[in-house]
């Protein structure tokens, strides 16, 4: 049960960079992000900041970033499609990409940091 714990521990920080990369640049395109949540399932923990919903969910095995018109499910106005994930296929691209170029980054930056405090025990 330790390691669970463990691995979910070790987890949850690479989840939040990763969904990070995607919530930064979606705001550098202008892209609304509806929900920014660690977690999938069942909402615990909630909070409205800004045009974002801010969430802590049940199950901690990963996140998501929910833009608006990702989904498809209701016709956007004039104002959201301006602001929607559809309006250009380049910005689509690099909001996707995004996610994996901020843990490439982080795992680097770790790597280093370890490399570096193993060296500084001798």
Known sequence: ????????VALMPLVVFHEFGHFIFARIF???????????????WRKQIGETEWCLSAIPLGGYVKLLGEDGERQ???????RSLNRAAFGSASLFSSGVRS???????????????????K
């Open 103 to 121: 843990l490439t980054s982080f795992s680097r930056s770790s790597s280093s940091w370890r490399s570096c405090s193993l060296a500084n025990r």
């Open 76 to 82: 956007l106005t004039a104002e959201e499609q301006e």
């Open 1 to 8: 049960m330790l390691s669970v714990l463990g691995f979910l």
């Open 30 to 44: 202008g892209v609304k992000a509806e929900t920014f949540s660690v977690g999938f399932g069942k909402k615990l």
